[in-house]
C-alpha cells in the first residue's frame, strides 16, 4: 500500500531516534490513556522478538529479497526510509546489513526524487552482481482512486558492488520510464524479475530470459499485471509483452468465499513456479499479490479493504501472452496481512544446506501496525515502532487425499482444485501454505510441555494444567471431531493470553467453515485507548470428508498458533494461514484452557506448549 509507503520513505530521523524508556508503566494495574504517555515508553509493551522488523521506526513492504550466490546466505529487504535490509542463514536469526539498520538505498536523486518504492533483485545481473529493479517515484500522491499523474513512477536499476549493503544507482534514466502508451493506469509499480520456461516457449523467448510483472490497474477497467522481458544482457531495454493478467474492476474469483476480491489495483505482484516439494522451475506457475478494493462496486471510495492473495494459472499465446488463473485463495486471512514478497531459496543455500531442505519458495507478509495508515489515533509515538514481518512461509503444491467424492469436494469457484477421481474419492492440489521449516524447528527449541488431551462434549473453559510463564510461545494441536459436527454450531479451540481481566479465543466454527480469533476482550488497552481495534478476525478453511481405513471421517485440523509478544499467528492444515495483532495488557494475561462451544463433542490431542520463542537479531543492542 504506497501511500503507507510512501510515509515509510519520508520518515526523519528524528522519528526513528530511540526515546528513553519510562519506567512508570504498571503492568498489574489498569491502563491509562496511552496516548498521554512519554514517547517510547511502549516499545517493549507489544514488541516481537523472533520476528522482522528494524530496530525502531516504522516497517513497509517486504521486497529485495535474493539468495547471495558467493555466500548462500538469503536477504530479506523492506521499506524503511528507502529499503532497508538483513540477510540470515537459518531463517530464524538475522543481520542488519548495515549498522542501525540503515537502507541500502534512499531517494533523492534525478529518478527518484521523492520516494523508492519496491524492487527485485537478479542475483547474478550486471557484471555479475546482484542487480535491482525498483520503482522510481517522482511524484506524489499516488492512488488507485485518484487521476494518475504520468511519469510518477518508472522502473529503475541499481548494482551492489559490496555484497548488498549498498544498492548504487545507474547514472542513467529509469530502464522502463513509462506505462504502456495510451493506457490510463491506477498504479506501475513493484517490478517483480523472475525465469519461466513455460513463459520462454509461450513468448518464444531465449531459455533463460528474465521476465519482470509490474502490478497495477486501469482506471475504470479493472486491476492488471503488465509484464516485459529482457531484450539485452545489460538488462538496459525491456519489451513490453502486454497485460498478461486482467480482471473486471472490483470482481471476485468465484463468489469471493474461498479468495477475496481482485478489487481496483494490484499490488506486489510475485511469480513463481511450485510443485508438492516446493521451487520448481518447470512446476506450476503461481502468483502472490495484494488487492486493492472498495465497499462500492463501480464508483471508487477509498477504504482500507486490502486482500493478500494467492492464484494459480496457466500460460498461453493466443495472438498475445496470457496468464489464466485456475484456483485461487487466501495467503493470509488477517485483515492488516498484506505485501507478500519472496524468492527462490534454493537447495545449495546456508540454509537449505543446514537443513536438508529442497529448493523452496520463502514469503514473508506484511503486518501492519497501524491498518494501513486508517487507525490514527493509534498511540505511534509512544510505541516508536510499527509493524512487522510475519514469519517465512515455504509455498508448495499441497496434496490433499482420499477424499470423499461429493459437492464440498467439488465446488467451483474454490482455492482447491479436482487433480484425479477414482471409485467414489477424488485427490485434491492447492497452494501448501507453512512456516519455513527452520523457523517452526526454532520456535520448537524452548522448553516443551505436553499437555494431556481431552473429549470436550459440554461448553465451557477447561485450564491448562500448566500454561506459559510468558507471552512468547507456539502452540500445537489436532482437534477432531465427528461427522454429526458438519451441521452443528459447535466451537472448539483454545483461549490463550487470558487472566480474569483478558483473553483471546480461538477456534473452528462449522457454520461458516471458519477460524475465528475472537479479540472482544483481547486488551484491556482497548477500552481506555482509542486506535487499538478490538475487531474479530477469521479466515474460510474447509475440512473435507476424508476415507480413511474404509471409514468416512471429517478430516482432522491440525492447528498451530504462535504467540510472540503482540503478534499472534495461526495456521491450519499446511495451508491457511491468519495473522494478527493480540495487544494484551496485564502481566498474567498469560494462561491457556481447551475452549468449547456446542452440544457436539470434539476430542483435542497431541497437545504441545514449546514456550520462550528465539532470538531473531542476536548482534542487536
Avoid at 519496491?118 to 557484471?127: R, T
Avoid at 474461498?258 to 506457475?285: H, K, M, P, Q, T
Avoid at 469436494?409 to 497452494?431: F, I, N, P, Q
Avoid at 491440525?558 to 503478534?567: K, R, Y
Wanted: a negative charge; glycine letters at 10%; proline letters at 5%.
Amino acid at each position: 500500500m504506497k501511500l503507507a509507503a510512501a510515509a515509510v520513505v519520508g520518515a526523519t530521523q528524528a522519528a526513528a531516534a530511540v526515546y528513553p524508556r519510562a519506567a512508570s508503566v504498571d503492568y498489574n494495574a489498569a491502563p491509562p490513556n496511552l496516548s498521554t504517555l512519554d514517547n517510547g515508553t511502549l516499545f517493549d509493551t507489544w514488541r516481537p522478538k523472533a520476528h522482522v522488523l528494524p530496530p525502531s521506526g516504522k516497517i513497509g513492504d517486504p521486497c529485495m529479497q535474493y539468495t547471495d550466490p558467493k555466500t548462500g546466505t538469503f536477504h530479506i529487504g523492506f521499506l524503511h526510509e528507502g529499503i532497508a535490509g538483513a540477510t540470515t542463514d537459518d531463517l530464524a536469526t538475522y543481520r542488519d546489513l548495515r549498522e542501525g539498520g540503515a537502507p541500502s538505498i534512499v531517494a533523492g536523486d534525478k529518478n527518484d526524487p521523492l520516494a523508492v518504492f519496491d524492487g527485485s533483485v537478479i542475483p547474478n545481473g550486471i557484471g555479475g552482481n546482484p542487480t535491482l529493479l525498483y520503482t522510481s517515484v517522482s511524484y506524489l500522491p499516488i492512488h488507485w482512486s485518484i487521476p494518475y499523474t504520468r511519469g510518477s513512477e518508472t522502473q529503475s536499476l541499481a548494482v551492489s558492488y559490496d555484497g548488498g549493503r549498498n544498492f548504487t544507482k545507474l547514472q542513467q534514466g529509469p530502464v522502463i520510464p513509462n506505462p504502456p502508451f495510451a493506457v490510463n493506469v491506477t498504479a506501475f509499480r513493484d517490478p517483480y524479475v523472475f525465469q519461466n520456461p513455460k513463459l520462454d516457449a509461450a513468448s518464444n523467448s531465449t531459455k533463460g530470459t528474465w521476465y519482470t510483472a509490474i502490478s497495477g490497474g486501469v482506471h475504470e477497467s479493472g486491476p492488471s499485471q503488465f509484464l516485459y522481458r529482457q531484450y539485452d544482457s545489460d538488462f538496459q531495454y525491456w519489451e513490453y509483452l502486454g497485460q498478461w493478467w486482467h480482471e473486471p474492476t472490483n470482481t471476485t474469483w468465484g463468489n469471493g468465499d474461498w479468495a477475496g476480491g481482485w478489487g481496483f489495483n494490484f499490488e506486489v505482484g510475485n511469480i513463481f513456479s511450485l510443485d508438492g516439494e516446493g521451487y520448481n522451475l518447470d512446476g506450476e506457475i503461481f502468483v502472490t499479490l495484494g488487492t486493492e478494493g472498495s465497499l462500492a462496486p463501480v464508483t471508487p471510495q477509498v477504504t482500507s479493504i486490502h486482500d493478500m492473495l494467492w492464484v494459480a494459472g496457466d500460460v498461453s499465446n493466443n495472438g498475445s501472452i496470457a496468464f489464466t488463473p485456475t484456483m485461487a485463495g487466501v495467503l493470509d486471512w488477517g485483515l492488516s496481512g498484506y505485501a507478500a514478497a519472496g524468492k527462490i531459496l534454493p537447495a545449495s543455500s546456508k540454509a537449505a544446506s543446514k537443513s536438508g531442505a529442497p529448493d523452496r519458495f520463502i514469503s514473508y507478509v506484511w503486518l501492519t501496525g497501524d491498518e494501513y495508515e486508517q487507525a490514527k489515533t493509534f498511540p505511534t509515538a509512544q510505541q516508536n515502532w510499527t509493524g512487522t514481518l510475519l514469519f517465512p512461509r515455504e509455498l508448495n503444491v499441497q496434496t490433499i487425499s482420499n477424499v470423499v467424492d461429493n459437492a464440498l469436494a467439488r465446488e467451483t469457484g474454490s482455492s482447491w482444485r479436482v487433480a484425479s477421481a477414482d471409485s467414489g474419492h477424488v485427490e485434491l492440489k492447492t497452494m501448501g501454505i507453512n512456516i519455513a521449516r527452520e523457523t517452526r524447528k526454532a520456535l520448537a527449541s524452548g522448553t516443551s510441555r505436553v499437555e494431556s488431551g481431552r473429549t470436550l462434549n459440554s461448553s465451557g473453559l477447561i485450564p491448562f494444567k500448566q500454561s506459559p510463564e510468558s507471552k512468547y510461545f507456539m502452540l500445537t494441536a489436532n482437534i477432531s471431531f465427528p461427522s454429526s459436527a458438519r451441521t452443528s454450531d459447535v466451537k472448539t479451540g483454545f483461549q490463550i493470553l487470558s487472566s480474569g481481566l483478558e483473553n483471546t479465543n480461538i477456534y473452528y466454527q462449522f457454520s461458516n467453515e471458519s477460524i475465528i480469533v475472537d479479540r472482544t476482550n483481547t486488551s484491556a488497552a482497548s477500552k481506555t485507548t482509542e486506535g487499538i481495534t478490538a475487531a474479530n478476525e477469521a479466515g474460510r478453511l474447509r475440512l473435507f470428508d476424508i476415507a480413511q481405513d474404509g471409514v468416512e471421517k471429517i478430516e482432522t485440523l491440525a492447528l498451530t498458533i504462535v504467540v510472540d509478544n503482540g503478534v499472534l499467528e495461526v495456521y491450519a492444515n499446511g495451508r491457511f494461514a491468519l495473522s494478527t495483532w493480540a495487544r494484551s495488557w496485564y502481566t498474567n494475561s498469560t494462561n491457556i484452557s481447551f475452549f468449547h462451544d456446542g452440544a457436539e463433542k470434539a476430542t483435542v490431542s497431541d497437545v504441545t506448549v514449546s514456550e520462550g520463542l528465539f532470538n531473531a537479531w542476536p548482534e542487536r543492542k
